[in-house]
């Protein structure tokens, strides 16, 4: 079952801050996060597994909170290089990745 | 280079044709996966294999068929059944299918008429 994303879309101002949710129904062991330039592939960012760990990659970063079976992206002091579609996906221990439909974030000058 | 490689990168084929999607990968990863991608659906999940010679049906099976002879090689076929090919298709890899990166490859965008 795909999990779900919010917002679908954000629009941010270089230097701005933005978080992207996603909410499964079911428990997880893992959440994965990647973003996606247009006509490209998808290009990974970060896993978080079961434990509840905080990850950070460069000023992006990640949190997983398996209780609630939820994980939040947070980009801090956007920069353009972060626009793309970032998609989050979801183990849940069957050796397969279930994906959101996806968050289109745009970073303007 | 290690790497995932698709080819070819646009497909075009009428419709009743079987088409086959190459996916190779020079990563020695033993698990390798195929995507479909349709505009605001995100990335679903066709098959899937965790070994040489095993492979499982994903979300949307029908319509495909997949093949693992070879660890570097998991080429998909497009069949007649398949209702709605057209779609941009995705193929990647991991180094084993726990909780592990995937490297996805370029892609190849498969237009049916």
């Known amino acids: 079952q795909q999990p779900v994303q919010s917002p679908q879309a954000v629009i941010l101002r270089e230097g701005e801050d933005a978080v992207i949710n996603c909410s499964s129904s079911k428990a997880l062991y893992s959440v994965h996060w990647y973003r996606q330039k247009h006509g490209e592939a998808p290009v990974f960012l970060m896993i978080l597994l079961k434990g509840g760990e905080q990850k950070g990659h460069d000023k992006i970063s990640a949190s997983f909170n398996e209780k609630k079976q939820q994980s939040s992206l947070y980009l801090t002091a956007s920069q353009l290089s972060y626009s793309g579609t970032y998609f989050c996906?979801?183990?849940?221990?069957?050796?397969?990745?279930?994906f959101g439909a996806g968050t289109t974030v745009t970073v303007r000058a | 280079d290690g790497g995932i490689t698709q080819s070819p990168k646009y497909l075009f084929r009428k419709e009743g044709q079987n088409v086959t999607l190459s996916c190779e990968q020079n990563l020695n990863h033993d698990a390798m996966y195929w995507y479909r991608q349709d505009p605001g659906q995100g990335l679903r999940l066709i098959y899937y294999s965790q070994i040489v010679n095993d492979f499982q049906k994903g979300d949307i099976a029908e319509g495909y068929s997949v093949s693992r002879e070879k660890k570097e090689s998991f080429p998909l076929t497009v069949t007649s059944a398949q209702k709605n090919p057209t779609a941009f298709y995705l193929c990647?890899?991991?180094?084993?299918?726990?909780?592990?990166?995937?490297?996805f490859g370029p892609g190849t965008r498969l237009t049916v008429t």
């Open positions: 996906g979801t183990e849940d221990g069957d050796y397969k990745l279930s």
């Open positions: 990647a890899s991991s180094i084993s299918p726990f909780a592990n990166e995937q490297y």
